[in-house]
Every structure is written in C-alpha cells, then in structure tokens.
C-alpha cells in the first residue's frame, strides 16, 4: 500500500518567508509525528497527533513553528518569518493504532533558508 | 533532557565481519527501544525493535537489551556492503509517545 508522502520534496526560501510543509500518513493510521534533522544530527522530535487528542508540542523550537492536522488525516506544518538554522530535512511520520510503537516515516521535505 | 547516545564513528567492518553498534539511554522509564537504518539521501526504516530484556534476532540483526545498564545494541552478522548506512537508535517512554533518537552511527563495510 500507499506510504506516508511528503510535499514538497525540496523547498528553497529567503530569510523572513513563511513555509508549508505537508504530510499525507499512511491510510488508517491515527497517530502522525513531525521530526527535524539538521545535518549531521539525530532526528529531533517537533509534534506528534494522536486522533482528536490535543498535541503534544513540546518539540516545537519557537513560536514560530506550528502544525495542525485536519480531518484527522493531512497535516502542515507550518513556519513562519524563516531564519537560516531553520534549513533541514522536516520528516513526518505515521503509526497504526494498535500497531505497536513503529513509526513509518515519509520521504522529508529539503529545507534550505538563504 | 532525556539523551540518547551512541558510539562515535565512523565504524568501519570487513564484509562478513560482525558489526556491533551501542546505544546509551537516560531516561529509565523508558520501555521501547527501537534500531532504524537510514541511507545517505534517505528516510529512516525501521530494523528491529525491542521491549524486554535479553536478546533478539530478526535473520541478521540482533538487538540486545539491559534496562539495567541502560544499554540497547544491535549486531548485524556477516555484514554485507549494502548495510552500509547510518544506524539510528531510538527509544520511547512507552505506548502513544515520541521517539528520542541518539545522532546515529555512520557504518561502512568494506568488500
């Protein structure tokens, strides 16, 4: 079946833009995660959805970063007023309930702030 | 801050070697321990997982788990060059939570 997809795959923006970054889980899967990965570097956890409980946004950097997940499906995360340290790969990914703790991760989006 | 921390690397094996990748975690109450394998260019997929202590095996892999010492690892038998890639471990407080990964380790095998 269908993976979790991620759009776009690459995107470049100049410093001060806002972005939209977009995650499509796997069909029936009820939890979707958002994760960053800066070169070099470990995934760092952003925000995680767990059906129509409220996020857990801990792993959010700033106020400047926020997500949402409409219709229990489609999430985007959103930056506003991006800065250069916000150039990463932004992966997303889903889990089936009762389906353990396996996190499946889409392709990532490219982020490169000029 | 709960940390996860793994090996420094590079490390680098002869084909056919055993590969032995560490992974310290802080937090003791977690519960999940997982080993994801990710290409250059790529997303992480998932190797193995493990919840109890001891040993287990999936063909190759072996992960291995002490709640105890707080130390998850995973052992890749007559490693192959196609498991060259960057080996990430990741752990998690229990049902319905995110994962905290360590930094990776970059393996390579030599043919």
């Known amino acids: 079946g269908a993976g979790v997809s991620q759009s776009p795959s690459n995107k470049v923006t100049e410093k001060g833009k806002d972005v939209e970054l977009r995650c499509d889980p796997i069909?029936?899967?009820?939890?979707l995660y958002w994760y960053r990965q800066s070169l070099g570097q470990g995934l760092e956890f952003l925000i995680y959805?767990?059906?129509?409980?409220?996020?857990?946004k801990s792993g959010l950097p700033s106020d400047r970063f926020s997500a949402e997940r409409t219709g229990g499906s489609v999430s985007t995360l959103t930056i506003q007023r991006t800065q250069q340290e916000d150039s990463a790969v932004y992966l997303c990914?889903?889990?089936?309930?009762?389906?353990?703790?396996?996190?499946?991760f889409g392709p990532g989006t490219r982020l490169l702030v000029l | 801050q709960k940390e996860v921390e793994q090996n420094s690397g590079p490390l680098s094996v002869p084909e056919g070697a055993i590969a032995s990748l560490n992974c310290t975690y802080s937090d003791r109450g977690s519960q999940s321990f997982f080993w994801y394998r990710q290409y250059s260019g790529k997303s992480p997929e998932l190797i193995m997982f493990i919840y109890s202590n001891g040993d287990k095996e999936d063909g190759r892999f072996t992960a291995q788990l002490n709640k105890a010492s707080q130390y998850v690892s995973l052992l890749i038998r007559d490693s192959q060059p196609s498991d060259s890639a960057t080996y990430l471990c990741a752990v998690s407080p229990g049902a319905n939570s995110k994962l905290t990964f360590g930094k990776g380790i970059t393996l390579s095998v030599r043919p």
């Open positions: 990914a889903s889990r089936q309930r009762g389906g353990g703790e396996t996190q499946y």
């Open positions: 959805f767990q059906g129509n409980s409220a996020p857990d």
């Open positions: 069909s029936g899967h009820t939890a």
